[in-house]
């Protein structure tokens, strides 16, 4: 879509699918008549963390429903590929997807006091996924809902398992969340914004906590950010995602250290005035979707924009070990 070459340059140097366990290919999502994801390529390998980064109204939530399939046709139109061990998700059928959901992915939204359902005890629904995709018996469901209570930190839990969310303080619930989404041992973990819903002080408690149990899962993740700095700080990899595409992706320590997109330079400077006490937002706001610019979507914001920008979209090239989608890299 809205592309100045239909062949992404990336395909040949990128992985097989057999190394990869998430790829996903000029993957596009429409809502009506607007692109909300346009051309997003990604690749995360086993055991890999990928911080998915950009401001409000960029596409990372979108994204990350459409990979776990809560987003599909025929509510949105989708095209391109989204593989999983080399399945395609645009493709899988919801049956199939019930089986994948809660089991080989896991998700954790941004507010656990709308997700979770204040009808049931937490025990029964840190048991639920255990019983629908492990099958295991009522005994054993008991004894691994509390067993999963205290890897994520709450204390008492054979106690707790008979409490309801409304009964647990806010950051008490998001353990409930990361308990039910670890339940299975996913091997891909979605956690979008999983601490903005949470007071300042546990914020970083609880990212240790979700950092702590991938790692020991040793599963993959994506963590939707809007803060450049602490994505980089948490993952290995970074994707900047603007006006639903990803403009900006590769290694952690470089993209931090020396970004190459307008875009994310801008982020990091965002960052560092924040430092410092005065915020200096990039100027403007990402695009309606109903008026997106034909070339690159950044560049009625960008103060290098040549004429080129406005006419054409810029497609990711390999640039000191990343890929970088912009007219002007240096
Ligand atoms: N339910 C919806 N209906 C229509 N548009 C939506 C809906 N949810 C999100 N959008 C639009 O899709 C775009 C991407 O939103 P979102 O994925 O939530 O961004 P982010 O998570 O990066 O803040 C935005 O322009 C937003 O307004
Ligand atoms: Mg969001």
Known sequence: M????????????????QEALLEVRDFSLRRGQAVVLDGVDLVLRAGETLGLIGESGAGKSTLALAIIGLLRPPEVRLEGSMRFHGAELTRLKEADYRRLRGNKIGLIFQDATAALNPCFTVGEQIAEPLKRHLGLSKWDRREQAAALMQSVGIPDP?????????ELSGGMQQRVMIAIALACNPELLLADEPTSALDVTIQAQIMELILERVRALNSSAIFVLHDLALGAQVCDRIAVMYAGQIVEEGPSDRVLA??????????????VELGSRTLIPIPGQIPPLNAMPAGCRFAPRCAKAQAI?????????TRDGRQVACWFID
Do not use: F, I
Request: glycine share 4%; charged share 25%.
């Open 2 to 17: 809205n592309r100045a070459v239909a062949l992404n340059p990336r395909a040949a140097e990128l992985p097989d699918s």
């Open 158 to 166: 054979r106690l707790r398992l008979e409490a309801y969310p409304h």
């Open 258 to 271: 020396a970004p190459l997109h307008p875009y994310t330079r801008g982020l990091k400077s965002c960052a």
């Open 309 to 317: 920008c406005g006419q054409q979209r810029p497609l990711a090239e």
